[in-house]
C-alpha cells in the first residue's frame, strides 16, 4: 500500500491516536476501499460505529432528504427529527425523556451533571478498567489510571469498584454520598467484560439504597450492537438513565443522555446545554438507524455474534472469547496490536481493547460469509 505518512498526509494533525499508515477514501457496506482501490473488509467500524454498514441506503436517504431541507436552528427552537427521535428512544426505553449532544464523551458529562443536580449529591460510583470518555468529568469516572496521569486535578467524589464484586460495590458506596453508579453492561475498551445480571442488581440496590441514579454507559454496547437494543435488555436490568452515542448515527456525531420517565425531573431549563445537540440532518439518520433496527435485524446479530465468537474460541492462541452479540473481545497468548497490523495487511480491518485483547465490531448487518472470511484471515494470521 502507499504511504499516506510518505505522502505528507496529517503532518498538521495534533498526534493524540497512532493511526495506521492507511487512508480509506470510500466506503461500501461491510466494505472500505483505500487510496490504493484496495479493498478491506471492515469488521471494526469505526469502532462499533457504523452499525449498518457503510452508506445505508435508508440512513444515507433520511439524512440528505434533511440536509437538503434545514441544517439548523439551534434549542431554542423545536425542529421535527430531534422530537421524533426522543420519542422512538423514549419508546424503546420503555418511556424516557431525551437529552441530544455530540458525542459519547459529552453524554456521560451530561449524565454525571444530571445525577449531582437530581440527587443533591456529589459522589459517582464507577468501574475499574470502565471507559466513559476523554473530558475530564468522563475522564474523572474512567477507571483506567494510565490515561489519568498529566491531567489532574480531576473531577472529585469519584470512587471505584471492581467489576463483578458485589462486596466492592458496597464499600465504594458506603458512605452514602451515591449521586449515581456508572456501570458499562458491556465493558468495551477496557477488554470486553461483560457485567452479570446479579452484580448489576447489587448496583441498582446500592444506588437506589442511597437515592442515587443507576446509569448504564450504552455508548458502545447499545443501538443492537449486543443483539438487543440496549445491552441491559439481556442482563435483566432496566437503569434510571443510560447514554448512547455510537452507533446510534450510523457515523454522524451525536451523543444522547435519556432519563426513564421513573426518575424525570432533574434538569431545569438552563441546567444543560448544547450548541449543536439534536442536530437535525444528525437526528434524521438517527432516527432511520433506529427504523432499521428490527426484530429481524437483532435476531441475526444474536445469531451471527454466537457463530462469530464460537469462530474465535478456536483460533490458535485463543485463551478466551467475550462479549455479547457483535461486540466481541478474543484475549489472545501473544499482544494483540501486530495481530491487528497482520491483518490490515491482508484487508481485514479489526481492533484492539487492551494489550492482548482482539476487538471485533463488525457491522451489524455483516453475513455469515463475512464472518467466516474474517475469520479464516484471523486463523492466517495466528497460526
Ligand atoms: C467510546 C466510548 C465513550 C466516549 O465516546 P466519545 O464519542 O469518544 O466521546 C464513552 N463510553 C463508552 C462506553 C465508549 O465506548
Same mark, same amino acid.
Given at each position: 500500500?502507499?504511504?499516506?505518512?510518505?505522502?505528507?498526509?496529517?503532518?498538521?494533525?495534533?498526534?493524540?491516536?497512532?493511526?495506521?499508515?492507511?487512508?480509506?477514501?470510500?466506503?461500501?457496506?461491510?466494505?472500505?476501499?483505500?487510496?490504493?482501490?484496495?479493498?478491506?473488509?471492515?469488521?471494526?467500524?469505526?469502532?462499533?460505529?457504523?452499525?449498518?454498514?457503510?452508506?445505508?441506503?435508508?440512513?444515507?436517504?433520511?439524512?440528505?432528504?434533511?440536509?437538503?431541507?434545514?441544517?439548523?436552528?439551534?434549542?431554542?427552537?423545536?425542529?421535527?427529527?430531534?422530537?421524533?427521535?426522543?420519542?422512538?428512544?423514549?419508546?424503546?426505553?420503555?418511556?424516557?425523556?431525551?437529552?441530544?449532544?455530540?458525542?459519547?464523551?459529552?453524554?456521560?458529562?451530561?449524565?454525571?451533571?444530571?445525577?449531582?443536580?437530581?440527587?443533591?449529591?456529589?459522589?459517582?460510583?464507577?468501574?475499574?478498567?470502565?471507559?466513559?470518555?476523554?473530558?475530564?468529568?468522563?475522564?474523572?469516572?474512567?477507571?483506567?489510571?494510565?490515561?489519568?496521569?498529566?491531567?489532574?486535578?480531576?473531577?472529585?467524589?469519584?470512587?471505584?469498584?471492581?467489576?463483578?464484586?458485589?462486596?466492592?460495590?458496597?464499600?465504594?458506596?458506603?458512605?452514602?454520598?451515591?449521586?449515581?453508579?456508572?456501570?458499562?453492561?458491556?465493558?468495551?475498551?477496557?477488554?470486553?467484560?461483560?457485567?452479570?445480571?446479579?452484580?448489576?442488581?447489587?448496583?441498582?440496590?446500592?444506588?437506589?439504597?442511597?437515592?442515587?441514579?443507576?446509569?448504564?454507559?450504552?455508548?458502545?454496547?447499545?443501538?443492537?450492537?449486543?443483539?438487543?437494543?440496549?445491552?441491559?435488555?439481556?442482563?435483566?436490568?432496566?437503569?434510571?438513565?443510560?447514554?448512547?452515542?455510537?452507533?446510534?448515527?450510523?457515523?454522524?456525531?451525536?451523543?444522547?443522555?435519556?432519563?426513564?420517565?421513573?426518575?424525570?425531573?432533574?434538569?431545569?431549563?438552563?441546567?444543560?446545554?448544547?450548541?449543536?445537540?439534536?442536530?437535525?440532518?444528525?437526528?434524521?439518520?438517527?432516527?432511520?438507524?433506529?427504523?432499521? @433496527?428490527?426484530?429481524?435485524?437483532?435476531?441475526?446479530?444474536?445469531?451471527?455474534?454466537?457463530?462469530?465468537?464460537?469462530?474465535?474460541?478456536?483460533?490458535?492462541?485463543?485463551?478466551?472469547?467475550?462479549?455479547?452479540? @457483535?461486540?466481541?473481545?478474543?484475549? @489472545?497468548?501473544?499482544?494483540?496490536?501486530?495481530? &491487528?497490523?497482520?491483518?490490515?495487511?491482508?484487508?481485514?480491518?479489526?481492533?484492539?481493547?487492551?494489550?492482548? &485483547?482482539?476487538?471485533?465490531?463488525?457491522?451489524?448487518?455483516?453475513?455469515?460469509?463475512?464472518?467466516?472470511?474474517?475469520?479464516?484471515? @484471523?486463523?492466517? &494470521?495466528?497460526?
Amino acid at each position: 500500500m502507499t504511504s499516506a505518512l510518505a505522502a505528507g498526509l496529517g503532518a498538521h494533525v495534533l498526534p493524540t491516536y497512532p493511526r495506521a499508515d492507511v487512508c480509506f477514501v470510500e466506503g461500501d457496506g461491510v466494505w472500505l476501499v483505500d487510496t490504493d482501490g484496495r479493498r478491506y473488509l471492515d469488521f471494526l467500524a469505526g469502532i462499533a460505529v457504523v452499525g449498518l454498514g457503510h452508506r445505508h441506503p435508508a440512513v444515507t436517504a433520511a439524512a440528505h432528504a434533511q440536509l437538503d431541507r434545514l441544517w439548523h436552528v439551534s434549542n431554542l427552537f423545536w425542529t421535527q427529527p430531534m422530537a421524533e427521535l426522543a420519542d422512538r428512544l423514549s419508546a424503546r426505553l420503555g418511556g424516557g425523556q431525551a437529552f441530544f449532544c455530540n458525542s459519547g464523551a459529552e453524554a456521560i458529562e451530561a449524565a454525571l451533571k444530571y445525577a449531582r443536580k437530581a440527587t443533591g449529591k456529589t459522589g459517582i460510583v464507577a468501574l475499574e478498567g470502565s471507559f466513559h470518555g476523554r473530558t475530564l468529568g468522563a475522564l474523572s469516572a474512567t477507571g483506567q489510571p494510565a490515561k489519568h496521569v498529566g491531567f489532574g486535578p480531576l473531577v472529585p467524589d469519584v470512587r471505584f469498584a471492581k467489576l463483578n464484586d458485589a462486596e466492592s460495590l458496597a464499600a465504594a458506596g458506603a458512605d452514602g454520598n451515591v449521586a449515581c453508579v456508572l456501570i458499562e453492561p458491556v465493558q468495551g475498551e477496557g477488554g470486553i467484560n461483560s457485567a452479570t445480571p446479579a452484580f448489576l442488581e447489587s448496583a441498582a440496590a446500592l444506588a437506589h439504597g442511597h437515592d442515587g441514579l443507576l446509569v448504564f454507559d450504552e455508548v458502545q454496547c447499545g443501538v443492537g450492537r449486543t443483539g438487543t437494543f440496549f445491552a441491559h435488555e439481556q442482563l435483566g436490568v432496566r437503569p434510571d438513565a443510560v447514554t448512547l452515542a455510537k452507533g446510534l448515527a450510523n457515523g454522524l456525531p451525536i451523543g444522547a443522555l435519556l432519563v426513564s420517565d421513573e426518575a424525570a425531573g432533574g434538569f431545569q431549563p438552563g441546567d444543560h446545554a448544547s450548541t449543536f445537540g439534536g442536530n437535525p440532518v444528525t437526528c434524521a439518520a438517527a432516527c432511520a438507524v433506529l427504523d432499521a @433496527l428490527d426484530d429481524d435485524l437483532l435476531a441475526h446479530v444474536r445469531a451471527l455474534g454466537a457463530r462469530l465468537a464460537a469462530g474465535l474460541a478456536a483460533l490458535p492462541g485463543a485463551l478466551e472469547t467475550r462479549g455479547l452479540g @457483535l461486540l466481541a473481545g478474543c484475549e @489472545l497468548d501473544r499482544p494483540a496490536g501486530p495481530v &491487528v497490523a497482520a491483518c490490515l495487511e491482508r484487508g481485514l480491518v479489526i481492533g484492539t481493547a487492551g494489550e492482548r &485483547v482482539l476487538r471485533l465490531t463488525p457491522p451489524l448487518v455483516a453475513t455469515e460469509e463475512d464472518v467466516d472470511l474474517a475469520l479464516a484471515t @484471523l486463523a492466517e &494470521v495466528l497460526r
